[in-house]
């Protein structure tokens, strides 16, 4: 398979510390992204990183990506209760589809 | 999600009967993708369509087909249902494909007994 896998599974933290969660994947991407999930609901996409890119931001977000280690991480700044969900990245291989990882579930402590 | 429904939400079958399943969008989005989320897998593509009848196959296709007859609706079928494929059913769109970002719908749990 060539879905990403996520590190660490599962991830709590108190409220306003920050959060980091890593991505690994196996071949060369064009892009990358992560999605969260809460718990009974679809996936909310969050971020896209192409391969030419090392570093996005978004509100409270940063995503790095290091092609030469196939790995990305999230970071989310100051994280609040309503952060408390299911963190997914996915990567393209053939162009027209993503393959999703297992996620890492973050769980934020009020 | 906004411009995307998936119907049902909630179904029970039988083991051997089919079931079709619904996605319907209203962006005008050329790609549809069919997933399904399964404990310790996470999400799976089972078939992907990049137009009106141009359909491909993902990584979990056996013992499912599909159809795009017209834009916005992508129909999910098991023609003979099995408790493995007891999951959770998302359907995503997008308007690049891998370029972009992917819009979920609420998906759709179904259970074969």
């Known amino acids: 398979s060539q879905q990403g896998e996520e590190d660490p599974q599962a991830l709590s933290i108190q409220e306003g510390e920050n959060a980091t969660m890593n991505c690994s994947y196996k071949t060369s991407i064009n892009n990358l992204q992560w999605y969260r999930q809460n718990s009974g609901r679809g996936l909310v996409h969050l971020i896209l990183i192409r391969s030419n890119e090392r570093e996005k931001h978004s509100g409270r977000l940063r995503v790095t990506l290091d092609t030469s280690k196939k790995s990305s991480s999230l970071l989310i700044t100051a994280s609040r209760a309503a952060d408390t969900a299911s963190y997914f990245c996915?990567?393209?291989?053939?162009?027209?589809?993503?393959?999703f990882g297992t996620g890492t579930s973050l769980t934020v402590i009020p | 999600d906004a411009g995307i429904t998936q119907s049902p939400r909630h179904k029970v079958t039988e083991t051997g009967t089919p079931v079709t399943l619904r996605c319907h969008q209203t962006e005008n989005h050329r790609y549809m993708y069919w997933y399904r989320q399964d404990p310790g897998h996470g999400l799976r593509l089972i078939h992907y369509s990049y137009g009106v009848k141009d359909t491909d196959k993902g990584e979990v296709s056996d013992g499912y087909s599909v159809s795009r007859s017209k834009t916005e609706d992508f129909l999910l079928t098991l023609e003979s249902a099995t408790s493995s494929q007891t999951s959770v059913y998302f359907c995503?769109?997008?308007?690049?494909?891998?370029?972009?970002?992917?819009?979920f719908g609420s998906g759709t749990r179904l259970t074969v007994v």
């Open positions: 996915a990567t393209d291989v053939l162009g027209n589809q993503f393959y």
């Open positions: 995503a769109i997008s308007a690049q494909g891998a370029r972009d970002g992917y819009t």
